[in-house]
């Protein structure tokens, strides 16, 4: 798949860790997304350094698309979306939502919710477990946060990926 990419940097905290982890899940749904809409390319703008290799080797292991573009505003940006066929904006918790794809002529198709807070509660619990020497509950709290770590239904997360396709 052709990619262009464009950092636009923004006060986000840096990709490691649990926050490696929900890139992963975002940059994954992004690439698949594409994908199977049979889009030619992405024209995409990150908020990091960091991320940019992550894209580069999905967009490598990405099969050759149909045609058209996507355009994924993951750092911000004002990328025209003229010609458009798949809008993906991300919001993140202090930073303003993206204002691509929200006015007429385009639908919300699905929605992502990364890094929630169920996951975080549960990601507390693993530690104390940790610290207390209790390793399976310290399992058991781990499991659950992969379980919570990202939902398709509204829930308060730190980032919310919305994917959006013309009318």
Do not use: N
């Not at 904006?89 to 992502?112: D, Q, S, Y």
């Not at 207390?132 to 829930?155: C, E, K, Q, Y």
Request: no cysteine; hydrophobic share 50%; proline share 7%.
């Amino acid at each position: 798949m052709k990619l262009e990419v464009r950092v636009v940097p923004l006060p986000i905290p840096e990709p490691v860790g649990a926050h490696e982890l929900a890139w992963s899940y975002l940059l994954d749904r992004v690439f698949a997304d594409a994908y199977h809409a049979g889009v030619a390319g992405l024209r995409m703008t990150l908020p990091s350094e960091a991320l940019v290799a992550e894209a580069e080797l999905r967009a490598e292991l990405s099969g050759e698309g149909g045609e058209g573009w996507g355009v994924a505003l993951l750092g911000g940006g004002d990328e025209p979306l003229v010609g458009a066929r798949r809008v993906y904006a991300l919001a993140f918790r202090g930073v303003a939502a993206p204002p691509a794809g929200t006015g007429r002529g385009w639908v919300e198709e699905a929605a992502l919710y990364v890094y929630t807070w169920r996951a975080r509660a549960w990601g507390g619990a693993m530690h104390l477990a940790s610290l207390l020497g209790w390793p399976s509950i310290g399992d058991w709290a781990w499991h659950r946060v992969r379980r919570a770590f990202a939902a398709t239904r509204p829930t308060l997360a730190y980032y919310r990926l919305s994917i959006r396709r013309p009318a």
